[in-house]
């Protein structure tokens, strides 16, 4: 199975994978550059995947229907323009043979679903993970309809997948988190040496992604509100509270702020 990540607006990705005759697409917020993959790649779409109804996750939809050979999953509980297949928490799809169990991961908005691959005993790479804008490389989506609690619950049910998955995130905002993850743990080498890296793939165009939950899990203050170093960084920003849901709410007002 081939991944390809879409670039789209300014900072979105269309995760894009295919067998060589046919492709599943997942947050299609534009259908101009789905369609100019399927044409170059000469593929035949077989379903849409949608984690979340922000209009950059599924604006394209109405425009690819017509070249639609399968059904648009999305989550149940979210209003968007059918028909849809609504999965629930707990749910499992097969789209062109992969098996992927639905998560639900609120916050961000708040019916927001991720597609955890359920991993193939013989597959080479990691299983894949199409987690909308709840999860970011060094970062995560802002909350918008739920709470700091939840959003916090949702990156921990993602977090507790295999270290190899490889996560695919819906926009590349790699570097501008790694800034922040810098300021938030100065010390940790691996947010230095990963801006590096990113840094050199973006200069030569290419994604920062997918990241794999491995990586994150040493680079992504949001996934590391229990580290003495990020405890620190959040009470120095004037909140009160210890806990990790406390410490998770004080780093992402911080850095709603940051720039
Ligand atoms: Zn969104
Ligand atoms: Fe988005």
Redesign the pocket.
């Known amino acids: 199975m081939d991944l390809v990540a879409l670039p789209a607006f300014a900072d ?1 990705y269309i995760w894009l994978f295919h067998d060589g005759a046919q492709a599943v697409v997942v947050d299609p917020g534009d259908a101009a550059p789905v369609l100019d993959a399927l044409d170059r790649l000469h593929l035949r779409l077989a379903a849409i995947l949608v984690t979340h109804h ?1 209009a ?2 599924v604006g394209g939809i109405p425009a690819l229907r017509p070249r639609l050979q399968g059904p648009v999953y999305g989550p149940a509980r979210e209003d968007i323009e059918g028909p849809l297949q609504r999965l629930h928490d707990g749910e499992q799809i097969e789209v062109l043979g992969l098996h992927f169990t639905v998560i639900d991961v609120p916050g961000h908005t708040a019916g927001h679903i991720a597609y955890a691959q359920v991993a193939a005993p013989q597959a080479p790479d990691g299983p894949l993970l199409f987690c ?2 709840t999860l970011f490389s060094a970062g995560c989506g802002r909350i918008f309809e739920g709470t700091a609690a939840q959003m916090h619950a949702s990156l921990g049910r993602l977090s507790a997948l295999s270290g190899q998955t490889r996560v695919c995130s ?2 590349e905002y790699t570097l501008a988190n790694l800034a922040f993850a810098a300021a938030v743990e100065p010390a940790n080498d691996a947010v230095h040496a990963h801006a590096q890296h990113c840094r050199a793939l973006r200069e030569q165009g290419q994604p920062t992604l997918p990241s794999t939950l491995a990586l994150e899990l040493r680079i992504n203050p949001f996934l590391r509100c229990s580290e003495p170093d990020v405890i620190a960084a959040a009470r120095a920003q004037g909140t009160a509270g210890r806990t990790p849901v406390d410490v998770f709410a004080a780093l992402r007002e911080w850095k709603n702020r940051f720039r």
């Open positions: 979105n922000h950059d996750h909308g804008d819906a926009h």
